[in-house]
């Protein structure tokens, strides 16, 4: 223990180390079969400093194997090294082996992304993109993707290739059913591809779970149904969702007047009347749900709708006018020389 200080201390300089390294992977070369050596080098895991040792000792023994290139390839893309994987994933491009070409492809696909990212110059972007748009059609074509519908789904939206798109928001939404944003996607886009079957689920689901938006999926719903002349499956899903809001209300009044439902078209543009604040459109609406009535003939129920609201609207010209010609058009004198008479007192003249 006290002669360790007397001990001689071996120092291994950086050539010999070089050489130790080189004589290593020459006996793994020599005694190795290339396809053991090609499963240690592919490790993920593996030490990437040192696979690049091995890589490019076996591509000189083997310059022309797609296969190792293919590895060297992957190596480089590990480190996100674009200048060097763009020219050769284009040339693997080419190989006469399949599994090369596609995993080039993908390869290529990788590294001009990366380095449209990296690109500040717009028109150099704008002059890679259709390059980028192609080998993710290759990709898309071909079925070369993997499992990660999210990750090809941004894919597909970045390069504006829809069918794609379509294709993973449907595998998302299988993980994602009430996911909105994904359901409004692919509602859109069933409806572009006239898959009229899937369209009709995306909006039913919209309806259940956009409920920040309600009003935008049941008009939807409500023209779609108008369209195809289904006017009961029309009327019932302006009627269950009336109270959502004031459009859906206001669209459920106009459709009793389209169907000659006076009576009711009237009730709802009263509850419209209760559920404005402004004074305005509460005197609109008014007006309306008489007018529903006259529209029906209904001249008695009209008059009595506006023998309702008479003094209230004695004040303003332009109501009270309106009230009038309602009694003259039922044939209700009385009740408008009564009213007359009252409009005049107000004023003081009588």
Avoid: C
Avoid at 82 to 87: A, M, R, Y
Avoid at 143 to 165: C, E, G, I, Q, R
Avoid at 198 to 215: G, I, S, V
Wanted: a positive charge.
């Amino acid at each position: 223990m006290y002669n360790a200080d007397k001990e001689e201390v071996s120092v291994i300089t950086n050539k010999e180390l070089l050489f130790l390294v080189a004589v290593f992977i020459f006996i793994l070369v020599q005694l190795y079969p290339k396809n053991i050596l090609q499963k240690i080098i592919e490790d993920d895991h593996s030490n990437y400093a040192l696979t690049m040792i091995y890589l490019k000792d076996l591509l000189k023994h083997n310059p022309n194997d797609t296969m190792l290139q293919l590895v060297y390839l992957k190596k480089k893309m590990q480190v996100r090294d674009i200048n060097i994987s763009i020219p050769l994933a284009k040339k693997l491009m080419h190989a006469k082996k399949e599994y090369v070409r596609d995993g080039a492809t993908l390869l290529a696909f990788q590294a001009n992304m990366i380095q449209y990212f990296q690109l500040k110059n717009h028109k150099k972007k704008k002059q890679l993109y259709p390059t980028i748009q192609k080998l993710f059609s290759i990709i898309y074509t071909k079925k070369l993707y993997d499992t990660n519908a999210s990750k090809w789904y941004y894919n597909a939206s970045f390069v504006k290739n829809n069918p794609a798109k379509y294709y993973f928001v449907k595998k998302l939404l299988k993980e994602e059913p009430k996911n909105v944003t994904l359901l409004k996607n692919a509602y859109f886009l069933a409806l572009e591809f006239s898959d009229k079957k899937n369209a009709h689920n995306y909006l039913q689901k919209l309806l259940l779970y956009d409920t920040k938006n309600p009003k935008q999926w049941v008009m939807t719903k409500y023209y779609i149904l108008i369209r195809y002349k289904k006017y009961h499956e029309a009327q019932l899903t302006l009627e269950k969702n009336a109270n959502k809001a004031l459009k859906i209300k206001k669209t459920l009044a106009q459709f009793y007047l389209m169907r000659s439902m006076y009576k009711k078209a009237s009730k709802t543009y009263l509850q419209l009347a209760d559920n404005v604040k402004n004074q305005k459109e509460h005197n609109f609406y008014i007006q309306k749900a008489i007018q529903a009535l006259q529209a029906g003939n209904l001249l008695t129920r009209a008059s009595e709708l506006a023998h309702k609201y008479e003094m209230q609207y004695i004040k303003n010209i332009m109501m009270r006018q309106f009230i009038l010609k309602i009694y003259l058009a039922a044939g209700k004198l009385n009740l408008a020389d009564k009213y007359a008479k009252k409009i005049l007192y107000q004023k003081g003249i009588l």
